[in-house]
């Protein structure tokens, strides 16, 4: 056993640098999309990739480095799957929807990065990448809403801009509305997820619809 024990230990000194990375950011990943962020520490993670603290230091030379690049690629890699999927669609119900999808493929696909990200995606303290993301979902969301108006050329500059500032207000409730049903539909998988993602994109569109056509409540004037 103490053979094999340092068998493996030179395997994994002999591993290539951008592999070892991999290996670790990986492990990180699990550990703070269960732990969250201030809960994990940096030896969960060596313990979860099977190294030393001492080798994971050599990559990452504390946590909020090691948290930063973590996010970086959840990031990297929702982002890119957001635009291919939204570009792709010509009208606005379209490219919600396509959100919406997306989302769901996300978290079905990469359920720790999906941990992560909900935990994580409000708390600004704990780094500016996902504050990043955050505010990329809200552009393409307010993207969206605001397409047909700024391709309306009988729209003036004050009405555009009155839309502009409706849309900033609602993005927020968006993609909350969006995370939080997409983490409620996890932990309910007897829900079927074409049912879920349907509620989903009816509840955003239907109410832009209703504010779009002038519908609002009396609470405000209470």
Not at 44 to 67: C, I, P
């Amino acid at each position: 056993m103490a053979g094999t024990t340092g068998d493996d230990a030179g395997v994994r000194r002999r591993m290539p640098h951008a592999l070892r990375r991999e290996q670790l950011l990986r492990a990180a990943l699990g550990e703070f999309g269960r732990r969250g962020y201030h809960e994990t520490q940096m030896e969960h993670v060596a313990a979860a990739a099977r190294v030393s603290k001492a080798l994971l230091y050599q990559h990452f030379s504390a946590k909020d480095e090691l948290f930063a690049a973590v996010s970086a690629e959840v990031v990297a890699g929702l982002t890119a799957r957001l635009n291919a999927a939204v570009l792709a669609e010509q009208d606005s119900a379209a490219g919600i929807a396509a959100m919406v999808r997306v989302l769901y493929d996300y978290a079905t696909d990469e359920p720790d990065a999906w941990n992560l990200l909900v935990r994580h995606i409000d708390k600004p303290e704990v780094g500016p990448e996902l504050r990043e993301l955050r505010d990329r979902l809200g552009e393409a969301f307010a993207a969206l809403l605001l397409r047909r108006r700024r391709a309306d050329p009988t729209l003036s500059p004050a009405a555009l801009a009155v839309n502009e500032r409706r849309a900033r207000l609602l993005v927020p409730l968006m993609y909350g509305s969006m995370l939080s049903s997409v983490s409620w539909w996890l932990e309910h998988p007897d829900t079927p997820r074409e049912e879920a993602e349907a509620m989903a994109m009816d509840f955003v569109w239907l109410g832009l619809d209703r504010l779009r056509s002038g519908e609002r409540t009396d609470l405000r004037a209470r």
